[in-house]
């Protein structure tokens, strides 16, 4: 087992009563992106705990990921742009 980093714990909290625990990797190690992994949890005599992550090498998840809320506001801009365009085409004919 080789050491690569260390890092601090952050969270993510997509909703309201929704929090999860999320660990950043060196930026080495882009190639796991969109892999799909096992998490196993075990306890050492002095009570500390150890994640050991195992990926699933045949199962990679698309890494296309968009956020309802950000889609929401891209069809509010894209909304306004066109009624811009509308006017701007006014003006020129």
């Known amino acids: 087992m080789n050491r690569i980093g260390d890092t601090k714990i952050g969270k993510v909290t997509p909703k309201l009563n929704f929090t999860y625990p999320t660990v950043r990797f060196p930026t080495t190690h882009t190639d796991i992106i969109g892999h799909q992994v096992t998490i196993y949890e075990t306890i050492d005599e002095a009570g500390r705990r150890a994640f050991m992550l195992i990926l699933d090498d045949d199962s990679v998840i698309p890494a296309k990921v968009v956020q309802r809320n950000a889609t929401k506001h891209l069809e509010n801009r ?4 066109e009624d811009d365009l509308k006017v701007l085409k006014k003006k020129v004919m």
Do not use: F, T
């Open 78 to 81: 894209i909304s306004v742009l």
